[in-house]
Nanobody, 123 residues
Framework: VQLQASGGGLVQPGDSLRLSCAYA????????IGWFRQAPGKEREAISC????????YYAEAVKGRFTISGDNAKTTVYLEMNTLTPDDTAVYYC?????????????????WGQGTLVTVSS
């Protein structure tokens, strides 16, 4: 199982960014995927998750209405579209896979992790 997150960068407040999580070695028929972020000095937190078959989604309150999770089976990639970014969104973003189909919102529930991609929102 492999996951690789990409798409981070330096953007200004109000900008948009799309993160990608390319995965291999499993199917979203059986696994759930989550996006997490960790800011300096803070715990890793779930910001958006998608269950198997893309049947259910979860968004943390801090990103609800601004972020959208989606997937492309053909490309075996899950995306996180992030709009109206603020400095509070600055963090390292990770994608992770859980060997269960249901949504999970704690890091401990996830079995596989990709490397992080840094998002910096600053003017």
């Amino acid at each position: 199982v492999q996951l690789q997150a990409s798409g981070g960068g330096l953007v200004q407040p109000g900008d948009s960014l799309r993160l990608s999580c390319a995965y291999a070695g499993f199917s979203l028929d059986d696994y759930a995927i989550g996006w997490f972020r960790q800011a300096p000095g803070k715990e890793r937190e779930a910001i958006s998750c998608i269950s198997s078959h893309y049947s259910n989604t979860y968004y943390a309150e801090a990103v609800k209405g601004r972020f959208t999770i989606s997937g492309d089976n053909a490309k075996t990639t899950v995306y996180l579209e992030m709009n109206t970014l603020t400095p509070d969104d600055t963090a390292v973003y990770y994608c992770a896979a859980q060997r269960q189909p249901e949504i999970a919102t704690t890091p401990q529930q996830y079995d596989y992790w990709g490397q992080g991609t840094l998002v910096t929102v600053s003017s």
